[in-house]
């Protein structure tokens, strides 16, 4: 079965931090971009960063950028989305998709959170709050 699950989400306190992990099974995740999105109650699903197939090109939405940081670990099939200095407003549900591409210019020369994704996973809840 091929699919992407995330794992790692939960309730911190503002300011606190979590790492989440993107793991694919039944494919390898070497040829694909993976991004994050999230979802938050009653908006809109944004995309948040990216990560070419190398890992040598990246891309965040403006409001993460500085706080989060997104890597890849190809040998161990799993992409991770480091998120520091959560704020109330970083709550949402967060999913990770997988694009095939080789391309490294993916993330910064396509827009690469409104085109259709291979893969989806079930998304992981972050709950930011005191």
């Known amino acids: 079965q091929l699919q992407l699950v995330e794992s790692g989400g939960g309730l911190v306190q503002p300011g606190g931090s979590l790492r989440l992990s993107c793991a694919a099974s039944?494919?390898?995740?070497?040829?694909?971009?993976i991004s994050w999105f999230r979802q938050a109650p009653g908006k809109e699903r944004e995309g948040i960063s990216c990560i070419s197939c190398t890992g040598d090109s990246t891309n965040y939405e403006d409001s993460v950028k500085g706080r989060f940081t997104i890597s890849r670990d190809n040998a161990k099939n799993t992409v991770y989305l480091e998120m520091n200095s959560l704020k109330p407003e970083d709550a949402a549900i967060y999913y990770c998709?997988?694009?095939?591409?080789?391309?490294?210019?993916?993330?910064?020369?396509?827009?690469?959170?409104?085109?259709?994704?291979?893969?989806w996973g079930q998304g992981t809840q972050v709950t930011v709050s005191s």
């Open positions: 998709a997988a694009y095939k591409t080789v391309a490294d210019y993916f993330c910064s020369a396509y827009e690469w959170s409104g085109i259709e994704y291979d893969y």
């Open positions: 039944g494919f390898t995740l070497d040829y694909y971009a």
